[in-house]
């Protein structure tokens, strides 16, 4: 029998989240039934969203229950099939969580696969994180030609797609990363006009120096400090695409310092999920997977190897230690 290496939840987080909230398990695969496939996966996503799953709180989803796979997106290759539709040796994106194989009906499985791309982009620009920066973007901030936008977590997987995608809308962009390394590629690689390093310690300084405009626009991955300083930044009739507040995703409160400048700057915060806006999937990922292809966009990955890696990789990205996508590759 196969045997099926997985990471469980196995107790809630008091604060910071720890590698003992986690644990390796093996079950063997179990047979496949009528009209079934068995997935063997390749890369597992690690997002910050999965933090919030893990608390027992109030949510736009349930809480992820304790002592199973935890959640997570993947991509792999159909190893055995008892369905005609899904034949041996397709490529497939699912939710399988922290695991190295699935079983399927088919129902939830999503056909990937261009030559021209890595397995892995799937979870990243050209999946998920792509989509909710096309979405964020477009449906809110809606930016016009010549119009500032700000884009928080720049060099991350969402933030990344997100400026990209205003500088080709034509756009002066300005990012905020944490560390010179990240900024650096966020303005050379990416090709934003500046970036803002939030851990230099004069973030409100260094924001007004890069937009002695204001910004018109707010692609919000962080919360906290550095959604005060942008607010500070904000022009009249300016749109925030709320994504993420990863500043307070281990408990800690994150309050506004301002709050009465989103009624005289007449601001609209629109905060959203992604999933909630499946009919836009399929242009956003056609228009995501040609520009990746053409090389049009960028993206950079921070690959771990084995699913017992994951915890610790996981952990990592709460802290901002990564560097683009994470991904853990399971092969």
């Known amino acids: 029998m196969t045997v099926n290496r997985q990471i469980l939840l196995v107790s809630r987080p008091k604060g910071a989240a720890t590698l003992d909230n986690f644990q390796l398990a093996a079950p063997e695969v179990p047979a496949l039934g009528d009209g079934q496939v068995l997935v063997r996966n390749h ?17 736009y989803a349930p809480p992820q229950p304790v002592d199973t796979v935890m959640i997570g997106a993947t991509v792999g290759e159909i190893v055995e099939s008892l369905n005609p539709d899904w034949p041996v040796g397709t490529k497939v994106a699912a939710m399988f969580g922290w695991q190295e194989y699935g079983i399927s009906d088919g129902s939830d499985l999503r056909r990937i696969g261009d030559a021209r791309l890595p397995l892995s982009v799937y979870l990243g620009a050209a999946g998920m994180p ?29 933030g990344s797609v997100a400026g990209q995608l205003a500088k080709r809308a034509g756009c002066r962009v300005v990012g905020i990363a944490g560390g010179p390394e990240k900024c650096a590629y966020v303005v050379d690689t990416l090709g934003f006009d500046a970036c803002v390093d939030y851990k230099a310690g004069r973030l409100d300084e260094d924001l007004k120096a890069a937009l002695p405009n204001g910004a ?23 749109r925030i695409a709320l994504c993420g507040m ?31 806006h499946l009919e836009v999937w399929p242009e956003a990922l056609g228009a995501l997977a040609q520009a990746l292809a053409s090389g049009e966009l960028r993206y950079r990955e921070t690959i771990s190897q084995g699913i017992e890696s994951a915890p610790a990789a996981f952990l990592g990205l709460l802290r901002g230690e990564n560097f683009g996508k994470q991904v853990v590759r399971l092969i």
Do not use: C
């Open 43 to 59: 890369y597992l996503s690690l997002d910050p969203y999965m933090r919030g799953r893990m608390n027992d709180t109030k949510s």
């Open 130 to 158: 792509g989509v909710t920066a096309w979405y964020g973007l477009n449906k809110i901030i809606a930016p016009k030609a010549g119009e500032t936008v700000v884009v928080s977590a720049a060099s991350g997987a969402v």
């Open 216 to 238: 018109d626009g707010y692609f919000e991955n962080v919360g906290g400090a550095v959604l005060d300083a942008v607010l500070r930044r904000m022009n009249a009739h300016g």
């Open 246 to 276: 990863i500043a307070g995703y281990e408990g800690a409160p994150v309050p506004l310092q301002a709050p009465g400048l989103l009624l005289t700057q007449r601001l609209l915060v629109q905060g959203f999920i992604v999933t909630e």
